[in-house]
Structure formats: C-alpha cells, structure tokens
C-alpha cells in the first residue's frame, strides 16, 4: 500500500477523501499546513520568495517551496518574472485563486469568536490590511468616506472607505487623506480592535498619524472583532 506524502497535493477530486462534497475538495486543495496563509498572503498581489518567507516567519524555505508547487499545479496560483529592470520571479493568485478571499474571510471570523483566539499574536501587514475587510461594521461605515494610507514596517497600502465597502490595495498612499505608519501591525490593532485612542499609541511612540487626524479616527471606529461564544459549561 503506497502511503500519501505529507506534501502530496491531489491531482483530481477525490484523491484525499473519496467524498463529492465541494469542502473535502477545497481542503484537498487547500487544507495542507500553511497552504491558506500562503494564498492570504498573496491576496493584495504578487509577492518573491523571499516576501513569502518573510511575512510567514516560521515556515522553512523547503516547505514553502513544496507548497507553491503544489498550489500552482492545483492552478491556485502562477509564478511570473517581472520584466527588467526588476526582472525577478514573483507568485500570484489566478483569477480563481482570488476567489478565494470570501472563505479566508468567513473562517477568520468564525475563529475570532472562540475565546481560544488570542489577538495579540502577531500578523503580517497584509494579514492586518485582509482582517479591516474582514471586520468592517457595515452599519458604522454607513454614511463614512475617507481614504486612508497605511505604512507597515516599509510596506505600503491604501484603504478606501466608501459606501460600506472597503478596497484595499498595496501603494503609495499619496492621495490618503491620513497616514497611519507603524513598524508592526499590533499598534494598529490596539487602535482599531482594542478601541485605544490612537493619541495614546502615538505617545508611546509606536505608531505615528500624518495628514486629517480626524479622518483617521473615523476610519479606526468601523471595525469589531465578533463576540466570543462561550465555551461548553461556561
């Protein structure tokens, strides 16, 4: 009897568990370990090797080489070389592959209401830019419209609020009404999950807030973390 390698991915529908339903194909896709988190990381645009490598700290070089190969054989992503003067290889998702944002969204917050979940783990910037998507308050965002940059440890985006929608995408952001610059997420979660003014992270020097000060605090007030559900016997 052949056993299945750990980093096996299955050629076709039905190599892992025998079953039609469309989650036991999404996870003999998907569910490897780190395979979602490479595909999160992916969901703002192309990133190298070595970005993968750094926005996921413990994964070896071994294991992400393995899983990039696997997702792009299961056509979730595609590697591409950027043309000079940059001429690097960088890893995309497919237009499916970008699909699927939607379930990275619905699992994370499901995950965030066990009382097991400890925000103050830390994320990378696109993790914290995805979870402003994730979490965003519709009924708080109505009415709301602003534009605002973020600068996370050297890697830049731009969320624009408007009409209770929120797309986000990596640039410069010259155009923001405000800037929020950190050089790690958790400063910005304490601001926009943990409710602390961003006053008093900026005092503490951790944070730093350019342009309508004012626009930024609006921003920061449209998100919440889902309520807990209380454990069995709780």
């Known amino acids: ?24 194909f999404a996870m ?7 395979s979602m988190l490479i595909i999160r990381e992916l969901m703002l645009g192309g990133r190298r090797f070595s970005d993968l490598r750094a926005s996921l700290p413990g994964i070896s070089a071994k294991v992400l080489t393995e899983r990039l190969t696997g997702l792009e054989r299961a056509g979730v992503l595609v590697k591409r070389k950027l043309a000079p003067p940059a001429a690097t290889q960088v890893y995309e998702l497919t237009e499916w592959g970008y699909l699927a944002e939607p379930a990275i969204q619905e699992l994370g917050r499901w995950a965030a209401r066990s009382p097991g979940h400890n925000p103050q783990l830390p994320i990378s910037p696109v993790s914290l830019m995805l979870s402003m998507r994730t979490m965003l ?23 624009h609020l408007r009409d209770g929608e929120l797309p986000v995408w990596r640039g410069e952001p010259a155009e923001a009404q405000a800037v929020i ?12 999950y ?36 209380a454990p069995p016997g709780g």
Not at 5 to 22: F, I, M, S, V
């Open 1 to 24: 009897m052949k056993l299945q390698k750990e980093t096996d991915l299955p050629e076709k529908h039905g190599k892992w568990y025998q079953d039609a339903c469309g989650t036991a």
């Open 28 to 34: 003999e896709l998907v569910g490897e370990r780190w």
């Open 137 to 159: 308050v519709p009924e708080a965002a109505r009415g709301v419209e602003t534009k605002v940059g973020f600068d996370i440890g050297g890697e830049t985006f731009v969320a």
């Open 181 to 192: 610059r950190a050089a790690v997420p958790l400063p910005v979660l304490r601001v926009i």
């Open 194 to 229: 943990g409710k602390q003014p961003l006053e008093a992270i900026e005092a503490e020097g951790l944070l730093t807030v350019e342009g309508d000060r004012d626009a930024a605090r609006r921003y920061c007030s449209v998100f919440s973390l889902p309520p807990k559900v």
